[in-house]
């Protein structure tokens, strides 16, 4: 199920991305119109700022990184042009079979969804989704996942297999850039002891911060002392606590905070 060595390479080059919503908040502060960011401006920032951006921004970075590597690849999603919309892309192996790479929702690698071709299962996995394991089910026009958690919890995404177009998919990141609807920062890290090593889901919303993990789901404790979420969102994210400021300053403003 895992993907092709190539593929990988270039998936590792976003290990340490978070998933985050502040830098559209940032940019706003900024007086810049929202709208998608070129990947060279994303490229910038991230340089600069540690910033990473959302699923779309994420999505048409990957795609970037693969196509620059001679990797075939093309933009999938759900419910695209909704405030629900949901960005991955599709890399294609050395015979054509297709991976789903979900760089939005921090998995940990890609996972093969073409049946029929050598490695494909549809019994659970894990090593692939921090904190739960996953089953994938795909008849090659959709995929759906199975997302299993620690005390029998379970939730379920499907994707459409075949290529969004590229105009489409832009119009959806422009869509989804000018939205303001919540502070999420979500990232994977990775947990080491000894010879062992987990990765779990860290995640801030809204006030509250999450560890979701192979042993369940915990509710990290809030700043005290000099802390300030600003400052602990930054320690996880790498984000510029600067930019985490000022941005949860506008979804505050914006009664989102």
Not at 108 to 121: A, F, K, M
Not at 212 to 236: M, Q, V
Request: some cysteine.
């Amino acid at each position: 199920m895992k993907a092709t060595e190539e593929i990988l390479r270039v998936w590792r080059r976003f290990d340490d991305f978070p998933m985050e919503t502040l830098t559209k908040a940032w940019l706003h502060a900024n007086g810049e119109k929202f709208g998608p960011r070129s990947v060279e401006r994303m490229r910038e920032d991230r340089g600069k700022y540690g910033t990473s951006g959302n699923c779309f921004d994420l999505a048409l970075w990957l795609l970037d990184e693969l196509r620059n590597e001679g990797i075939a690849c093309y933009p999938v999603g759900e419910h695209l042009g909704t405030d629900d919309a949901h960005a991955a892309v599709i890399a294609l192996g050395h015979e054509g079979e297709r991976y789903l790479c979900d760089l939005g929702d921090q998995w940990i690698q890609p996972v093969l969804v073409e049946p029929d071709r050598e490695g494909y299962t549809e019994a659970p996995l894990s090593g692939f989704f921090p904190g739960a394991r996953i089953a994938v089910s795909s008849d090659g026009q959709a995929a759906n996942i199975r997302y299993m958690r620690p005390g029998g919890k379970e939730s379920r995404a499907s994707f459409d297999l075949e290529p969004t177009s590229e105009a489409e998919f832009k119009e959806a990141a422009a869509y989804s850039q000018g939205l303001l609807s919540r502070p999420l920062v979500e990232k994977r890290i990775r947990l080491c002891t000894g010879t062992d090593g987990r990765t779990v889901h860290w995640e801030y919303e809204n006030g509250q911060a999450r560890v979701s993990s192979d042993r369940g789901l915990f509710r990290e404790s809030e700043p005290n002392g000099e802390e300030t979420w600003a400052g602990r969102i930054s320690r996880r994210s790498g984000i510029d606590e600067s930019v985490v400021r000022i941005a949860l300053d506008v979804y505050a403003e914006e009664g989102m905070a």
